[in-house]
C-alpha cells in the first residue's frame, strides 16, 4: 500500500471562539472542518494544529513528519512566532508542501516566501464570487468544471502583489466588478506552494464540495517528494584545472 | 534632456582594508572601481555607500533617491541590520532596482525578495569561466557577444537555490566542470532585480570591459520606472451588487 | 535625435467595406483609426498594409523595415497566405515586435507562434468589459490607472488556451459573469509578442483614449531591439577537447 | 490496479539501417532500445511506430491510444508529412504527453509547438558532457543525483532558440566549452511536452541507466491525464446583462 500523505491543517482558530456568527458555520473551527473534508480521502492523514497551542502546534517534529501544510490565519498574523514562521519556511524549502488559504495571504510564512507586500483590495459585503479555471490540465484542477460559483464571499481584488506565479490555475470574477488571480501555484526551495483565495470566516465555503476538492487536489499536488535541505558547500573541482599563471 | 538615472553602489568594503592582495586589485574598494565604470555613462548620475557608515549609507533619503542599487557583501552579511535590509526590500518593492553581484546571493535583501535559501556551490582556485548569452535579446545583454570569457574566477555551481527567475540571461560554464544561472531576472513588487555572479575579490573582474557593460545596461534595465507603494485598501464595489439573501 | 520606431499597422480591412454600421465607425479602416492615433507619438513613424494589397502589404522589404507591426484580422483569416504567415512568424523571430489584436487570437502569425490552438469562449451582445491592470510596473501599463472600463465590447472568455504568457499585464472583467487574460506578453525568438483583446469592430474601442495609450506603450516595448536571425552552426571547441579512446 | 501508461516511441529509423557502426549500438534501433528501458517498468504498456511504417505509425486510432510519445529524428525531419506533424501536435494540445529527444529539437513537431526557430550550435567530436540538476525536486528528476556524465556526446550548445521553458531541469556542461538547457518542460494546451538532449545515434546513450531513468519519470510526469480538445464557442451570458442604450 502506498504511503499516506500526511497533512497538517494550521489554523488561527480566534474568529469561531469569538463571534458567534462564525462559530454556527464552523463550530469546531475552520480547521476541523477543512480535515473532516480531507479526511475523506483514503490516501491522507490528517493531523491539526492551532496558534494558541504550544509552538502553536509546529513543532520540528510535527512539520518534519508533514507532508503538506494548510494555513488559515486572519485576525492573528502578529502573533505567530517570528522563529516558528522561520520553521514553516524553512520546511517548505526542504521540500514540505504549503497551502495558504484566503487571508493567509499576508501571514508571515507566505511573506516570507513570496519576498514581496502581498497586499490586494478587498470588500466584505457578501457578493458572488465566480472561480474560473485557467489551467484545466492542471492536478488543482482534476475534476473541476469551467467554473466554481461561490454564492457569498469576501471580494479580493487586483493587484495582487506577489511574484509572477508559476500556474494561475484559478481567477476569480466578482460582482462588484473585480478579478482576482485565486488560485497560484509557486516553487520554492523543494517545496510547492498553493494560495488560494475563497474562504472568508464569515461564509460556509469550506462546506462547498468543489471547495473541498480544490483543496484535496492541492494537498496531493503539493505533498512532499523529497526532502533536500540545501546548503552551501565547497566543492572539489570535477576536471582537471589548468593552473593559474 | 531626460532625467539621469540615480544609481547607488553599495560594497560591504571589508576585503579590500583587510587583505593586501584585494587592495592592490581594489585600492579604493570595488564600489569605487563599479562606480567609474558606470559614471562612463552620461546618462547615469552614480553615488557609492558603505557597511560601516551610518545606516550603512542607506537612509531613507539615500535609498528614496535611487532608482538603482548594486549589492555588493560577502564575509559581513551578518553586520547589515535587519531594519536596513528590509528598507531596502521594501524599496525595491515599491519600484527601485536591485543588482544583487557576486557573493550578495547570500546578502539579507536577496534573500529577503527571494524567500528561498540561495544557497550554491563554490570553490575558489582562479579556474577559467566562460558566461554564455542565453537570451541575446535582453536588454542586459545589448552589446554582448555569444559569451564573455573570465580567465580566473571563483566557481558557483549548481543546485542554485533561488525561485525560478523571470529569465536566465547568462549561464556559466567552469572549467572545473560546473554550470552556473549566472545572470537571472526576477521582478517583485514594483522592482526588478538582477543577480549577477561573477566578480570575486580576489580577480580583477570588475575591470573587465564586457562586465562593466553588462552592469551598465543592467542598471539601465532595472531602474525604477514607477514608484508604487503597494497596500491593502478597502474598496467600495464598481458595480451595483444584489442584496444578500 | 533617436532613430523613429517604425511601425505597420496591418488590417484585414473587410468589415468595414461590408457592413454601414461597422464603416460610420471606422469610416477609413480600422488600420487608420489606430495609424492616427499612433501617429500622434512623435518618435514613430506609422505605415499600413492591408489583406487585398500585393502580399497582403507585407513583402519582405517591408517588414524589412518594420519594427513592430500590428495585427487586426477577424473574418478573412483564411485568405492569409501561409507564405506570408510564415514570413511573419520568421520576422518576428528574427527580433520584430508584433502586436496581435482582438480576434487575431485565431490569426495564422499568432497560432503559429504560439503553438497552441488559441480557441477561446465568446458573446456579443455588447456588455461592459473592464480591463484590469494587474502588472501595474510593466512598461505597457505605464499611465495606465487600476482600471480601463469600455463601455460596449464583445466577450472574450477562458479558457483561452495559450502558453502560460511571460506576464499578464491585464485581465478583463465582464458583465456577464466571465474573465479573460486580456494583455498578455511573450517572447518568440528575438522578437516580443503581445496579445491584446479589446477591439471588436462594432465598437469604437479603438477611438478610446486609454486603449491608444496601451497600443502606444505596447508599440514602443515591442520594437525590435536588435536582428539576430537565428540558424543551427557547427562550431570548433573553445576549449581543448581529450581525444576519445 | 491502476491503468497502465501507454507509450509510443516514435524512431525515424534511419541510421541504424544505413551505417553499421550505428547499427552496432542500436541493432534493432534507437526505439527498441528506449522502449525494452521502458518495459521494465510494470506501470508501462510500450509500443513502437516508425516513419516508413504507413502513416508513419501513427495514425489517429494510435495517437488516440498513446499517453505519452517519444520522438527520435535527425536526417529526415522533411520527410515527416505536414498533416501527421500537425496531428501530433494537435493531440498533445488535447493532452497527449510529448518527449522530444536530441535532434528532435528540429522536428516538425517541435517546432510547431514552439513556434520558434528550435536552432542550436552543435559539434560531434565524442566529448564529454555532464548534465547537471537544476530542479532536484522535479519528478523528472527523481533518483537523479546533481548530475549525470556521459562519456562521448554530439555537443548541443547555447543559444538554443526555443521560448522561455516552464522549467529548466537540467544544464549540460560540455568539454569543449559550452553550456546547454538540455532538460526543459513546456506545458501546449493540455499536454505536457519534455525535451531532452542527449541521445546521439553513434553514442550508446540510450543503454545508460541514468538516461533511462530520465525517460521513465519524464514518461510518468508527461503521460495524458486529461483530454480536452478545446474549441471556441459561442456563450450565453451567466449573469444579468443591462440592455445596451
Not at 499516506?4 to 471562539?17: A, G, P
Not at 495558504?100 to 508571515?108: A, N, P, R, T, W
Request: charged fraction near 25%; hydrophobic fraction near 40%; proline fraction near 6%.
Amino acid at each position: 500500500m502506498a504511503k499516506k500523505i500526511k497533512v497538517t491543517v494550521w489554523n488561527e482558530f480566534r474568529h469561531e471562539r469569538k463571534t458567534e456568527a462564525i462559530a454556527k458555520i464552523y463550530p469546531d473551527g475552520i480547521h476541523m472542518a477543512i480535515a473532516r473534508a480531507l479526511r475523506a480521502n483514503p490516501d491522507m492523514e490528517v493531523g491539526t494544529a492551532t496558534l494558541d497551542e504550544p509552538e502553536h502546534g509546529l513543532s520540528q517534529a510535527v512539520l518534519d513528519a508533514t507532508d503538506v501544510l494548510l494555513w488559515w490565519g486572519h485576525m492573528a498574523h502578529g502573533e505567530v512566532s517570528d522563529e516558528i514562521a522561520a520553521r514553516v519556511q524553512n520546511r517548505v524549502l526542504e521540500g514540505m508542501g504549503l497551502i495558504v488559504l484566503h487571508s493567509g495571504h499576508f501571514s508571515k510564512p507566505f511573506k516570507r516566501l513570496m519576498g514581496t507586500a502581498c497586499t490586494l483590495m478587498w470588500r466584505e459585503v457578501g457578493e458572488k464570487e465566480r472561480v474560473w479555471t485557467i489551467d484545466p490540465s492542471h492536478p488543482i484542477a482534476e475534476g473541476i468544471g469551467p467554473y466554481i460559483d461561490i454564492p457569498h464571499t469576501e471580494m479580493y481584488g487586483e493587484r495582487f502583489d506577489i511574484p509572477t506565479p508559476d500556474q494561475v490555475v484559478f481567477i476569480s470574477w466578482y460582482e462588484g466588478g473585480e478579478v482576482f488571480r485565486s488560485g497560484c501555484t509557486f516553487e520554492r526551495g523543494m517545496g510547492r506552494v498553493f494560495y488560494f483565495a475563497p474562504g472568508h470566516e464569515t461564509f460556509p465555503i469550506y462546506h462547498q464540495a468543489e471547495i473541498q476538492k480544490v483543496l484535496t487536489n492541492a494537498a496531493r499536488w503539493a505533498a512532499a517528494r523529497v526532502r533536500l535541505p540545501q546548503a552551501c558547500r565547497m566543492v572539489p573541482a570535477i576536471e582537471k584545472i589548468t593552473p593559474r599563471d
